[in-house]
């Protein structure tokens, strides 16, 4: 049996599957678009077409002021905002009834306002509420000015079709906007929280988050080496931005003490060494007079004046001697490294006593403010140095409280990272595999960490020392040699400074 030849659609069904396939096609990209700046002239652009119009306009409902607020419409510059009811498009809005006027010059509810301020000459439109799921009128599209004649019944009825995708798409986009703004604003209340908590390092995490996006940025321009295909996605830098302004959150469970502490003694203790000294002097005040007493006694009166003055000249020397080792004593309290020697002074000192109230010797230095001014290296003892290095626990098990979009789900994994060392020096895992994004990271904080001004119990060490610092990390094996090497020749610092990403 011959099967019968497709009969050929009429020219009218022919146009109207092409364009409601169209809107089928269009659905999809918009539910695929979530940046409500793309999406809003995708829509327009569509409508356009789809009706046969010279230009449209997009409008959406704002309940909370009663106005629609189009972002953006054809022939516009700029904002527009009207209150509902005002205008066609207003009126749309308050009534969820289509407005199709094949004449605007004689229709009394059209402002021709528009038309004189802009020198647009408007002769037919067609203006349809747009619906969400639920009905309810969530915004308008207005098209004006039919390209062969007037709008038809059919023209309403796709652009309502259009209209509701649309409704869907925008409310989708705006409850992702509402999210990032939740996100940015808890972001951004978290940095809060840890610059109070640590006032000395205020813009830390800015910095570090503004140079690591930046050299992330900057690989996108490389033809050659292990990252010339690496490629990051606008998500995938806010994801390394949320981790980079995050990374040091976990210093809200470090003792405030520990962290803030600019010198080896804490000031508490520094106080009691120096009334402890304050002690000695009237020690040595007090044993003078005794000696100059015990001397009248013996040699007589006659020779007050003598004894006078080889009094005050042991008794100035003595102080003298007191001083001295107090100033060593506050040397050794400032985080540099000591002269050859001087910790062996300080043992030598531990033997030094006072008498007190009662005529008890006492040590005028007490073991641990011994241990604690010998510290080799900044102001923290091993214990304290372990409790700041727990902050990096802290954060991860922090943000991995946080539900995270599926985008941004690998924030705590990035900061987690962040002090680990190529070579597996790092830590708090000691780990060699360490995600690019947390490399970038690490290179950014010891940079920040170097030049940083706001640093009490350090000076701020001039852009090429911290370079070489880096340099001499990269060439040991701790930090990415490769990811150096742009941080260096793309003046990754200068970059995220002037706030330029360009290279």
Excluded at 338 to 356: I, T, V
Aim: proline content about 5%; some cysteine; aromatic content about 6%.
């Amino acid at each position: 049996m011959l099967s019968q030849p497709a009969q050929p659609q009429p020219p009218d069904l022919g146009r109207r599957l092409a364009k409601l396939t169209s809107i089928l096609d269009v659905a999809k990209a918009m539910s695929a678009e979530h940046d409500l700046d793309l999406l809003l002239p995708l829509i327009l652009f569509e409508a356009t077409k789809v009706v046969e119009a010279d230009r449209c306009s997009l409008f959406i409902l704002d309940r909370e002021r009663n106005e629609l607020w189009s972002k953006v419409a054809q022939g516009s510059k700029s904002e527009i905002r009207l209150p509902v009811g005002s205008g066609i498009a207003g009126q749309v809005a308050q009534t969820g009834t289509v407005i199709n006027i094949p004449d605007a010059y004689s229709d009394p509810r059209f402002n021709r306002s528009f038309d004189v301020s802009s020198g647009y000459q408007t002769k037919t439109i067609l203006c349809v509420p747009m619906r969400d799921a639920h009905g309810e009128v969530t915004g308008v599209i207005q098209a004006l000015n039919k390209l062969d004649g007037g709008f038809n019944a059919e023209d309403e009825e796709l652009l309502l079709a259009l209209g509701a995708q649309a409704a869907g798409a925008i409310e989708n986009a705006l409850l992702h906007e509402e999210i990032n703004r939740l996100f940015e604003g808890f972001v951004s209340a978290s940095v809060v929280a840890i610059e109070a908590r640590d006032p000395t390092t205020a813009g830390h995490s800015g910095r570090v988050a503004d140079l690591t996006v930046t050299m992330a940025q900057a690989l996108e321009h490389l033809t050659t080496g292990p990252y010339a295909n690496v490629r990051f996605s606008a998500v995938e830098l806010q994801e390394l931005r949320y981790a980079s302004l995050l990374h040091d959150f976990g210093k809200v469970g470090v003792r405030e003490p520990v962290l803030v502490k600019a010198e080896k003694l804490y000031p508490h203790e520094l106080e009691g060494l120096r009334a402890r000294f304050q002690l000695a002097r009237k020690d040595l005040q007090l044993q003078s007079y005794r000696r100059r007493l015990e001397a009248v006694r013996i040699r007589g009166d006659r020779f007050l004046a003598e004894i006078e003055g080889e009094e005050n000249e042991r008794l100035t020397t003595e102080l003298k001697k007191l001083d001295e080792v107090f100033d060593f004593i506050l040397t050794c309290n400032r985080p540099t490294v000591l002269a050859q020697g001087g910790f062996e002074r300080l043992h030598e000192l531990g033997k030094l006593q006072y008498s007190d109230a009662h005529d008890q010797a006492q040590p005028l230095l007490l073991p641990r403010e011994i241990q604690s001014l010998s510290i080799t290296r900044g102001t923290l003892s091993p214990e304290e140095r372990r409790e700041i290095e727990s902050h990096v626990e802290h954060t991860y098990r922090f943000l991995t409280q946080i539900p995270w979009t599926r985008t941004l789900r690998r924030v705590p994994e990035i900061a987690y990272a962040h002090h680990e060392k190529l070579d597996g020096t790092g830590y708090p895992r000691a780990e060699k595999a360490i995600p690019v994004q947390s490399r970038m990271m690490s290179i950014s904080d010891i940079y920040d960490a170097l030049t940083a001004s706001d640093r009490p119990y350090k000076k701020a060490v001039p852009h090429t020392l911290a370079l070489d610092i880096l340099k001499r990390e990269a060439d040991s094996g701790q930090l990415d040699k490769e990811l150096f090497t742009v941080f260096v020749e793309a003046e990754i610092p200068r970059r995220a400074l002037h706030g330029n990403k360009a290279p």
